[in-house]
């Protein structure tokens, strides 16, 4: 897929073709490789990726105390990695990194690869860990956007609304209604950010002043907003773009019934950025190769094929400063057969979710649990709702409502609930005004304390 949209040039006088200066020239040259690279065969690109990591692993024994201490686990001799070789690389869980979290970060980050930047993420147990990004990952992060934005005909010279965790900068801009530049290079458009953590209503209204051609924010935030903003609300709008939770089918379905628009969905972490992206043609997603290597593995670690569902471990091929190698998220996802559109980046066809957000029946099966908010609002005026897995036996369902509910609504909401996660859990209710959102603004319709 080409643009015809053409880059700022930073030379006088010099419109087109476009000299760019020199970040957004080092942006649009790796842009450049990608736009080739999608293209190759699987083969190729893990013989690239297996290169790069080679060279990560080589650079993290050498520099980083926790790979530097376990050395034989991670490189038993010299030469090229080959696929066997890494297999066997061991598993690093969330949990390890969270406890030995300062013995990850490099001593010896190479020159080139700094400015560092902290990026937090949240565990299970509500843990803080602090990665350091750099500019290598910074740089990765904005060809990755551009890729995405050229996959999905973006046009650059509209409005952008993006409703996310805002900080410092952003902040004030996102209070003040300040749009800046969208992509990065390139010129005319305007992003608004907005504050996720403002009202709903709040939100609606600088949606409507904004008029933006493209929505992006977390799937369940537009669940939120489609209770009350119409099509004729946003008449500029050309789709939604969603990332950061895992996306609820329905919801799609829902955004082409309220907004008439199609919703593009993209798989992140907030450890490594955008890890895969929906391919242009279909729903699915597509592995972001040249970033990561994101392996989908059964229990005993052996590699599901297409159709399976298993659990997705991540190694950031550019991350030096903290290099996160065979990184088992907490994430599922489901394999797919290689596209149709030609790409042979590899295809994941769900994601599922993590696994703090899977109902356990009390036969001890596991599944993600389907409730859809908007049955809930059919019923009775539920603004949003959460379900927490207590015990075995025992869910409680979290209700923001916008007045109290009548005995027929209970229990016209016990039975949905109830159908929807398959079993006749003992189920009990409370009331909330506002539900907290993680440290990265994430909001989870599902918990499990099990
Ligand atoms: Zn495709």
Redesign the pocket.
Known sequence: MTSLEVPISAVPGITWPAVPDANSSEILALAYQLAQSEWWTPDLLVARQLAQAGELLAHATRSVPYYRDRIDGYISSTGTLTSERWRSTPILSRAVLQEYADRFKSEALPKAHAPVSQISTSGSTGRVVTILGTKMTALMNAAVGLRYHQWHQREFGKVVASIQVVKGNRAEAAAAGKASPWVPGYGGGTIFYCDINETVSAQAERLKKYNPSYLFAYPSTIDALLECLERTDLPALIHVATLGEALDAELRGRVRAVWDVPLVDAYSATEAGMLALQ????E?Y?VQSERCILEVLREDGSACPPGETGRVVITDLHNFAVPLIRYEIGDYAEVGDL???G?GLP?LTRVAGRVRNMLTLPNGDKKWPRFGSARLAGIAPVKQAQLVQKSLNEIEARLSVERPLTLDETTKLRETILNGLGHSFDLTFSFVDVFPRTVNGKFEDFQSLL
Request: charged residues 20%; neutral net charge.
């Open positions: 391919c242009p043609d279909h699915h597509h596209c149709s559109c790409r295809v």
